[in-house]
């Protein structure tokens, strides 16, 4: 899977980003700390003044800058409701910067820890958050982000992997075979689940883009949820919000579902039918995650993080996981 593509973030030193900084008028001190993100390339900044910011350089080529300004449009909306999300820090009238070829936003640096999504009452606390953003999320659409469908997160990235060489041959027909019949049952669901609305989303709401605030409490006080990384904020359906937070048996999730429409329902509505998706959603994130894998790869960061991707067991567990998907697809849906 070599590549003679340049590196998307060829150039980006440790003097590059604190010499990006300074040219939107905020000066480090030299200390750099680079958070986990493989898409962009995100460092918190220690300021000469004592501040502390964190640094998001997006990827080349991934956004236009239309794209990534209905981002930080929608997000500030949301701050401006006390809905809390992690929003760009606006700098001389710009919330998107550009230094040496490379674009790049300033965010304030919000602390926190993992939701414990074991616990009911944290479920509807974010439900409730959740609620609230899909309520601003659905006033109007996203003009330049794409939406989420079976087309940009099925058709597509099956279509890419095929023709891109890198499914072992021995696997390549039993592969297509099952993904074909996948994307099939997900159109089903799509299709039974009627016309629904779609909105303003997150996008990739899953317990690692959900911070347990703790700043500004005695010792030990929950503050309570903030959401980071609006990066895959797209027009969808709301029930991709939320089922990436669901977990473990079907009791189980069943369980998380109520508590996490408890809250949701407080402030915007919700159809039920959407629940017919979840299983066709979590189908097409498979899909998407392993075109996604194959498209960065020219990127250090990925064979190093993800070595086992495109082995033939790979490919082999992948064949496995969809069909157990086929099969999760004519279960009835979760009932809250």
Known sequence: MASDRPRPY???????????????????????????????????????????????????????????????????????????????????????????????????????????????????????????????????????????????????????????????????????????????????????????????????CHAGNILWATEGNRAGALGGPHFVDLDDARMGPAVQDLWMLLAGDRETATRQLRSLLAGYEKFHDFERSQLLLVEALRTLRLVHYSAWLARRWEDPAFPAAFPWFGTPRYWQDRILELREQTSAMDEPPLQP
């Not at 609620?131 to 659409?141: C, K, Y």
């Not at 629904?196 to 990739?204: A, E, F, P, W, Y």
């Open 10 to 204: 060829e150039g980006l030193t440790p003097d590059t980003v604190l010499d990006a900084l300074e040219s939107a008028g905020l000066r480090g001190d030299g200390r750099l700390l680079a958070l986990n993100s493989y898409e962009n390339r995100v460092y918190q900044v220690n300021l000469e003044d004592g501040g502390c910011v964190v640094v998001k350089f997006y990827r080349p080529e991934r956004w236009s800058d239309a794209q990534i300004l209905e981002d930080h449009a929608f997000s500030r909306q949301l701050s401006e409701r006390e809905i809390p999300v992690v929003s760009p820090i606006e700098i001389n009238g710009r919330t998107l910067h550009r230094f040496s070829g490379f674009r790049f936003a300033v965010f304030p640096r919000r602390g926190g820890r993992p939701p414990e999504l074991e616990d009911e009452a944290v479920l509807e606390w974010i439900g409730r958050f959740l609620g609230r953003i899909h309520a601003v999320g659905s006033l109007r659409p996203f003009a330049a982000r794409p939406a989420l469908d079976i087309e940009t997160f099925g058709t597509e990235p099956r279509d890419w992997l095929l023709a891109s060489g890198l499914i072992p041959p021995e696997l390549e027909d039993v592969w297509a075979g099952v993904a074909a019949e996948a994307l099939q049952r997900a159109a089903i669901c799509f299709s039974r689940s009627g016309t629904l609305k779609n909105i303003r989303l997150h996008g990739d």
